[in-house]
């Protein structure tokens, strides 16, 4: 009887247990097998032979250096926290220092990590790009470590990773990447101009604008059909808009190079976290890099067809916001129009137009509702020298008077119906340190 | 021959009228170019106006913005610097200074240092003290308290409380709060200054109840119209602040 027993659980498990055994297979496969985990020896050469200076330009447009600063620290030497929905991840060191930093690591071991996103120190978490940077020619690669090895040495170690299990041990994120991880090349593309082709290996690889840019899928990944299709940042509290033609159409190639370059233009300024891409990175771009860019994005096809954005995937605080007291239209006339213009449509490049601007058209109202509650200063940067700021109306203005606002400017110049509630705003309150 | 030489006078006397009409004309027309660049900047600082008025002067019944017209321009310099760069953390500021770069920080502390220094009238807010407290505070502000390692208020910010070219702040025209919540910052760390940090120093040996009292008589003192910081190097200070000169010259 128990023979039968054990026989027939053997009959039934075995199996299961090949099935589970293919499919982790297959899935391990598609993650890229196990090469990504055979991290190479740090023996290898650590004289770099890349070009140090044309590193130092690569370090900027990647801007490795937002990451991997905190607020008032060195330059290059890691420790800016990173808040996502399973909970803080601190950046490392850049700098080649032996016991902290990157000092005793092989430029093969530096490429490797760029490429697959594991090093010494196991999986790295996906806050760091390297689906991007596996895109990197080996010279690009050389050259940033080269750069890097010109710093200076600092001894300093991040804060300890805060995450709640199992995100906190490593070995989980091979699971993620199983389930999530899908690297492939660039496509061939035989018949793009050289332009076209700079502009996507800037874009998918340094620039990893799809970082910000992409619609994340479950358990913040960034599945293959949300590439630039536009959402919420994690952990930044700013919307990121697609980057596509639709999106791009008010632009041509010339006023998008000038606005990734100079963070402002007659659409308007570059605020939140474009504001400090801009100024940390983008304002380094060389002119026909940014025209490489702005190229190539003006060809990315519209994402979703024809149809408007889906606002509901959207957070708003209330399902049914309640009847606001307060006339936005008046509200706007006396706080908004002497700058932005009785129909929206700004004035010059000092004051942007509401008329068609992202916070305003977009179906996530959070850029509208905090450029309103703590207004702004776009980057300085040598094309836009003395930016003109918006001033902030938190503590002027009730947060239903704010609501009232956003939906008047959304619902007339935006096609956003949906209204905002002072719920919403009490929501998108409060400015998060670092 | 007689026409000629009544001309010439006559010449001359309207070269002079020329020569003084567009003399005059230069003048105006710089003081109306230096009125454009300083209403241009005005409105590019809109931002700031919302708290600190419109040129800086503090916003009346303000119970914590500090003015900013008139003070020292090393001064404001530094501390949009610090709230860029991560040593104050007055997340609002943070926010707005965050991508400014040092030229146009460099403008903006220009402009305000240029501005009448027309403060708010003392904090109205803050109740009177009483004598004998009064007269404590009054005593730490202009004496300070030796025993305690407590130099005077007045020994670097100026007898008049109004600042010290270059980089020495005014105390008076200050809302009681926003004194107490620096001390404080200073106290805790969440404000920090270019090392060597004086102030820090002295948060840290001031009493919580002197703290009060002190930011309390301050907040009751209001500069005169025209009370412009003490020129530089006026006052040697007693410690070490930041690279501020004077701060070389004393042991």
């Known amino acids: ?434 | 021959m007689k026409d000629d030489a009544s001309a010439r006078p006559r010449l001359a006397t309207a070269a002079r009228v020329l020569a003084r009409l567009s003399c005059i004309a230069f003048l105006a027309f710089g003081a109306v170019q230096a009125q454009t660049a300083d209403d241009d900047l005005r409105e590019r600082l809109a931002a700031c106006t919302a708290c600190h008025g419109e040129r800086g002067e503090g916003v009346a019944g303000s119970t914590y913005y500090p003015h900013l017209a008139g003070k020292p321009a090393g001064y404001l310099v530094e501390q949009l610097q610090a709230f860029r760069d991560g040593r104050r953390h007055y997340w609002q500021m943070v926010w707005l200074t965050q991508f400014m770069d040092d030229a146009y920080i460099a403008e903006i502390a220009a402009y305000y240092a240029a501005q009448p220094p027309h403060t708010q009238a003392a904090d109205v807010g803050a109740p009177a003290l009483p004598p004998a407290v009064r007269e404590r505070a009054e005593r730490l502000v202009h004496h300070g308290d030796p025993q305690a390692g407590l130099p005077a208020c007045a020994a670097c910010h100026g007898t008049a409380l109004t600042g010290l070219e270059p980089a020495v702040p005014a105390l008076v025209g200050l809302p009681q709060d926003y004194i107490v919540s620096q001390i404080g910052s200073w106290r805790d760390g969440t404000r920090r200054s270019k090392a060597p940090d004086c102030m820090a120093k002295i948060a840290a040996r001031l009493a919580p109840a002197d703290i009060r009292i002190v930011a309390q008589y301050l907040s009751h003192q209001s500069p005169g119209a025209h009370d412009r910081p003490a020129a530089a190097g006026s006052l040697i200070p007693p410690l070490a602040c930041g690279d501020l000169p004077q701060a070389q010259v004393t042991p």
Not at chain 1, 76 to 100: E, Q
Not at chain 1, 114 to 139: C, E, I
Not at chain 1, 315 to 327: E, I, T
């Open chain 1, 1 to 434: 009887m128990i023979r039968r027993i054990v026989l027939w659980s053997v009959l039934i498990a075995l199996p299961l247990l090949l099935i589970a055994a293919a499919i982790g297979g297959v899935l391990l496969l598609r993650q890229g097998g196990l090469a990504p985990y055979r991290v190479p020896s740090a023996s290898g050469d650590i004289v770099a032979a890349g070009d140090a200076s044309e590193g130092a330009y690569l370090a900027r447009i990647g801007n490795c250096l937002t990451c991997h600063t905190v607020r008032g620290g060195v330059a290059f030497a890691g420790g800016r926290p990173f808040r996502t929905d399973y909970g803080t991840l601190y950046s490392t060191n850049l700098t080649p220092d032996s016991k902290t930093g990157l000092g005793d690591w092989s430029v093969e071991e530096f490429r490797h990590a760029m490429r697959h996103g594991v090093s010494r120190h196991g999986v790295l978490y996906p806050a760091f790009p390297y689906a991007n940077f596996a895109h990197l020619t080996d010279a690009d690669l050389d050259a940033l470590f080269a750069y890097l090895r010109t710093l200076a040495p600092v001894e300093a170690t991040p804060p300890p990773n805060d995450l709640a299990w199992p995100a906190n041990w490593r070995g989980a994120l091979v699971g993620w990447r199983m389930l999530h991880y899908r690297p492939a090349p660039l496509p061939e593309r035989a018949d793009a101009s050289p332009d076209w082709l700079r502009g996507r290996y800037l874009v998918d690889g340094l620039g990893h604008c799809a970082m910000c840019h992409g619609t994340r899928g479950a358990q913040g990944s960034l599945p293959a059909e949300g590439y630039l299709a536009g959402g919420r940042i994690p952990g930044q509290g700013w919307y990121a808009p697609p980057l596509d033609a639709r999106q791009l159409a008010r632009y041509d190639v010339d006023q998008l190079a000038e606005y990734l370059s100079t963070g402002n233009g007659e659409h308007g300024a570059a605020y939140g976290s474009m504001a400090e891409v801009v100024y940390t990175s983008l304002r380094h771009l060389r002119p026909e890099d940014a025209r490489a860019m702005a190229t190539y994005l003006k060809s990315v096809p519209a994402h979703g067809g024809d149809e408007k954005p889906d606002s509901g995937r959207f957070l708003y605080a209330a399902a049914q916001p309640a009847a606001n007291p307060h006339n936005g239209g008046r509200l706007y006339q006396d706080h908004c129009a002497s700058c932005h213009g009785d129909g929206g449509e700004g004035r010059g490049r000092d004051y942007p137009p509401l008329r068609g601007a992202v916070s305003v058209t977009a179906p996530d109202p959070v850029n509208t509702v905090r450029l309103v509650l703590y207004g702004g200063v776009p980057p300085t940067t040598a094309g836009n020298p003395r930016p003109h700021s918006m001033p902030p109306f938190a503590g002027r203005l009730s947060n239903a008077e704010i609501a009232a606002i956003v939906s008047h400017i959304r619902r007339n110049w935006g096609e956003q119906d949906r209204p905002v509630s002072a719920a919403d705003v009490a929501a998108y309150y409060g400015i998060r340190g670092d």
